[in-house]
């Protein structure tokens, strides 16, 4: 850019009093506009109703977010948090989404079931996720999730028996 072209982007950027004004928005957590001039953090102007106050979390989105916490450790822990199988976390959250939401009550199965959409999808991609840490003998089998649908489910082994780790605990 040259000449005009700058003074003009230059008296667009311009806030009050020759100030310049950079408009910042964020969306996602923070939910308000944000200026910030040269001299400092001026804060968007406050709407009718707006206290200042952040809105009470919902129950569901915590319980959506905590499973999504629960299955990337568990990955993360087996070395297999690649991109790829993150986007698998991402889809089983958002079909979990619907499904909790229809069912509030199921809040407390979320992390369970997404561990098994996870695994599912991962068996048909990939093949078995996580194998069992504990069985050396004959071949390889991948831990299943108990209960199949219940609160605090853990990655137990069904040849030997065993509970392994809470899901969100594998190392």
């Not at 106050?53 to 690649?82: G, T, W, Y």
């Not at 499904?99 to 809040?107: D, I, K, L, S």
Request: hydrophobic share 45%; proline share 8%.
């Amino acid at each position: 850019m040259e000449g005009e072209s700058v003074r003009t982007f230059a008296a667009r950027a311009a806030g009050a009093g020759g100030v310049p004004l950079l408009k910042l928005s964020f969306t996602g957590w923070v939910t308000d506009e944000r200026y910030f001039r040269a001299s400092g953090l001026v804060k968007a102007p406050v709407r009718p109703g707006d206290n200042g106050a952040m809105d009470a979390p919902n129950p569901l989105e915590q319980a959506l977010h905590a499973a999504r916490a629960l299955v990337l450790a568990d990955l993360a822990a087996r070395d297999v948090a690649e991109a790829d199988v993150v986007s698998l976390v991402e889809d089983a959250v958002t079909h979990r989404r619907w499904w909790v939401e229809q069912w509030p009550e199921g809040a407390a199965y979320v992390a369970g079931l997404v561990a098994q959409d996870v695994q599912d999808a991962l068996l048909e991609r990939y093949g078995r996720w996580p194998l069992c840490p504990v069985c050396d003998q004959g071949d390889p089998h991948a831990l299943e999730v108990e209960p199949e649908l219940g609160p605090d489910p853990r990655w137990v082994c069904a040849k030997a028996g065993v509970v392994i780790a809470p899901v969100g605990g594998l190392r």
